[in-house]
């Protein structure tokens, strides 16, 4: 699997990471203006149609299937009008792997978010409803984070986008800041995050990704 993109070797996000943010944001938020500009200035920048229809469809695990399903739509409307002007955008890949099944699935799904969290995810929570970890570990670590046609660096900066444009799930995205470290990601590039989601979404989400780095950088001093 590509687990790692190129991100963690240099200090600012190139142009195709650069355009995840805004899509990823505006998917989530429900904004379809913000997304179908979005949608053209990241194809325009390189993303490939399967990479966005993997955010998109990405959305859905954090911002639910009606928001997802909207983008996706969108997508769909932005692709023909490409189209339309004459615009070939390139088709992209899907997975070149089948995703594992049954038992095999829980256990990559399993190992996906140790790597992803550093560490065995438990708690509390987790205790109390264990069926909610079996979800996440098979499904989103395990049917999502297996499909190798978007790096995890790409898929973190999807989420971080997406957690960010939402109110009240600021321990959700506290979480995902701490995993884009835990895959190669510097505070820099959340930092450049931060700057272009004030720049194309607005400064409450960008701050939401600033105070959730600066707190995931002092849990690192201790």
Known sequence: MNVYSNAGS?????????????ISASAAAGNMDSLREALNQGLDAGLSLAEAREILVQVYAYAGFPRSLNALTELMKVAEARRKRGIQDEAGREPARPIP???????????????????????PLFDFAPQANDY???HLFGD???????DWQSRELATVSMLAAMSGVEPQLQS????????????????????VLEAHVGVEAAGRVRVGIHRQLEVGKK
């Open 144 to 150: 999502i984070f297996e499909r190798d046609n978007l």
């Open 176 to 195: 995902h800041i701490g995993m884009s470290m835990n895959i190669g990601l510097r505070p820099e590039h959340l930092y450049q995050l931060a700057d």
């Open 101 to 123: 099944q049954g038992d095999a699935l829980l256990a990559a799904g399993t190992a996906n978010q140790t790597k992803l969290a550093g560490g065995p995810v438990s708690g």
């Open 136 to 138: 996440l570990r098979t």
């Open 10 to 22: 240099a200090i600012e996000l190139d142009s195709r990471q650069q355009a995840i943010i805004p």
